[in-house]
């Protein structure tokens, strides 16, 4: 089961990086992340999951997808679906999607920081969490992306989520650390 997961992520980044090279070039980077984000939402229904993975009418199936969503996709991205469709490749789409924002924020030195707050960051706010984030990485070139999202459960401070790292300095996570050290 671990070689099938790395073999997973190997070739999802794999797809990934190509369909990066391929946005790069033609500047089309937003039409992509929308197109592999569409095709995720599309294979997470259970129902066209099993319709787009069936022996006999997967064929089908996607030539319709591609009839009805003409407008949305270009050459490429039907060549595309007709790729993972044919190697059936659909289960790793998520992958995918997630390998291609990460190397599209490598490529353009851009760090999504998701902030979580009981109430919206005033643009002070978040130019003195931009600077302070800037100031201990490494390369200064990088451009800090915030996403303010509202959390009232957390009763206040922020927790910050750069990639995989989560920074929890929410008054919650306070209250849970001391409930802990008392109960031990």
Known sequence: MKIKSHYHCLLS????????DIA???NTISYWQNVLECLVKLTNDNLIYKLITHPILCNQIIDIIINVCTNIFNLQSKLFLLLISKNKRFSIL???LFYFKYLKNKNLKSIVVNVISIKKLNIQQKNNLS????S?????TYKIRLNNIINYNIIGGIILR???TVFDGSILNHLNQLKYFLKN
Request: proline share 8%; net charge positive; aromatic share 4%.
């Open 13 to 20: 980044r794999k797809y990934a990086q190509v369909i990066l």
């Open 24 to 26: 790069i070039e033609n």
């Open 94 to 96: 998520p992958s995918i």
């Open 131 to 134: 600077n302070r984030i800037l």
């Open 136 to 140: 201990i990485l490494p390369d200064k």
């Open 162 to 164: 750069i990639n995989n």
